[in-house]
């Protein structure tokens, strides 16, 4: 991905910390996103005894993972830490019945766990953030016991495409976060040694009265441009009235559409083969998938 579409981890990181109280108010596209990531679960065979949640946020998605696996151990993990502050806020209402959930604060890039030593890796709309797919792929790899479970969701291109539209032919930056096609995130997995992904998405239309809500949406989820190619001062008033102008052309049934492309996937890490060895001397391991997963 060129580095004008990356996201700037400080930045990111940041927008995170800062949107932990204001996130739940705001979230509805995450729980969506979510909740039907959860209802695939039943179609998945698989009996987890520790779970990651990567990219936990305020812990709703982790909270779903406790109600599906109650004997598993859930791992909640945010780049953000006041993120894990507000799930373990939420979490102490229930203090009484229930031990709070492990937290690590870490980057999904460099995750803070040995090889091997999970069951399963569950991430909900947060892979989108990451510098280096390849690199967050491998270390999910690297951390999944053999025959464990990636299960995922993520953005794709298409996503706040009325926005970036509302922006065109403005000026040479980036206004919009971009976001990785589904059919590159595949090829990674299997770049990365997992086994028989399944990919699809859809897509999710929220509606606005107004522009403003919408970027106010943006920033209360932390979601706010910060790509490296992001403009560095503030826009002029002519040019936000000239954006203000382009996205009312969108209007629709007297609303303002914002379209989410979600990209679901799961993949599996293979037991390893035995290596072999060539005349030449040379080794051969070979990887082969589950047939009955999928």
């Not at 229930?94 to 766990?113: F, G, H, Q």
């Not at 709309?125 to 797919?133: C, G, K």
């Not at 990636?150 to 403005?170: C, I, K, V």
């Not at 030449?280 to 999928?294: E, K, L, N, T, Y």
């Amino acid at each position: 991905m060129p580095e004008v579409f990356q996201p700037e981890k400080r930045l990111m990181r940041r927008a995170f910390e800062r949107a932990a109280d204001s996130y739940d108010a705001a979230a509805v596209l995450q729980r969506e996103v979510c909740d039907r990531m959860a209802e695939r679960l039943d179609y998945i065979k698989h009996q987890p005894h520790r779970v990651l949640d990567a990219g936990s946020g305020t812990g709703y998605g982790s909270g779903l993972l406790r109600t599906t696996y109650p004997k598993a151990q859930v791992l909640e993990l945010d780049i953000a830490h006041s993120m894990l502050l507000a799930a373990r806020r939420k979490q102490g209402l229930l203090k009484r019945w229930l031990a709070p959930a492990p937290a690590l604060c870490a980057d999904i890039e460099r995750l803070p766990l040995q090889a091997d030593s999970v069951d399963m890796i569950w991430s909900n709309l947060a892979i989108q953030w990451v510098t280096d797919l390849d690199q967050a792929f491998a270390e999910f790899h690297r951390v999944l016991r053999p025959e464990g479970l990636l299960m995922f969701s993520t953005l794709g291109p298409d996503t706040l495409r009325e926005l970036r539209q509302a922006f065109a032919g403005l000026d040479g930056h980036t206004h919009v976060n971009r976001f990785i096609d589904m059919h590159d995130i595949g090829d990674g997995l299997v770049r990365n040694g997992f086994a028989t992904p399944v990919m699809d998405m859809e897509y999710l239309t929220l509606t606005y009265d107004d522009v403003r809500a919408v970027m106010q949406d943006l920033k209360a989820i932390g979601a706010h441009n910060v790509t490296h190619g992001r403009p560095q001062g503030l826009m002029g008033k002519q040019r936000w009235q000239q954006v203000l102008r382009n996205y009312e052309q969108l209007r629709q049934d007297g609303k303002l559409p914002a379209t989410y492309e979600v990209v679901y996937g799961h993949a599996w890490k293979p037991q390893p083969r035995p290596a072999r060895q060539l005349p030449d001397g040379r080794q051969v391991i070979d990887f082969h998938p589950r047939g009955s997963r999928g």
